[in-house]
């Protein structure tokens, strides 16, 4: 079992930078390919990005390739997202999630998810 924590969000000006983390617990993190999804007030929650068990595969939603960037440092049981050039419609709560599918860009095909993070982007 993994259960994730989310970290980093807040409010930023449209064209900032923000870092997410996602902490894991357990000795099972590098086994599994992890995913960001994100979810904005009366939507569904969406795919953003997602990175393999490696690290060496990432697979990003066109609406953010270019601008995020998912990292992972699996000795340190921690994955990243990194958003630059950010835009008020990436405003959202973001969510990590941990699952056994490679780089899949469904929701159910996570089965670990953290609490999330707020991120708001003002204009």
């Known amino acids: 079992q993994v259960q994730l924590v989310e970290s980093g969000g807040g409010l930023v000006q449209a064209g900032g930078s923000l870092r997410l983390s996602c902490a894991a617990s357990?000795?099972?993190?590098?086994?599994?390919?992890m995913g960001w999804f994100r979810q904005a007030p009366g939507k569904e929650r969406e795919f953003v990005g997602a990175?393999?068990?490696?690290?060496?595969?990432?697979y990003y939603a066109d609406s953010v390739k270019g601008r995020f960037t998912i990292s992972r440092h699996n000795a340190e049981n921690t994955m990243y997202l990194q958003m630059n050039s950010l835009k008020p419609e990436d405003t959202a709560v973001y969510y990590c999630?941990?699952?056994?599918?490679?780089?899949?860009?469904?929701?159910?095909?996570?089965?670990?998810w953290g609490q999330g993070t707020q991120v708001t982007v003002s204009v």
């Open positions: 357990g000795r099972t993190f590098s086994t599994y390919d």
């Open positions: 999630a941990a699952g056994r599918r490679r780089l899949s860009t469904v929701v159910t095909d996570y089965d670990y």
């Open positions: 990175i393999s068990r490696s690290g060496v595969g990432t």
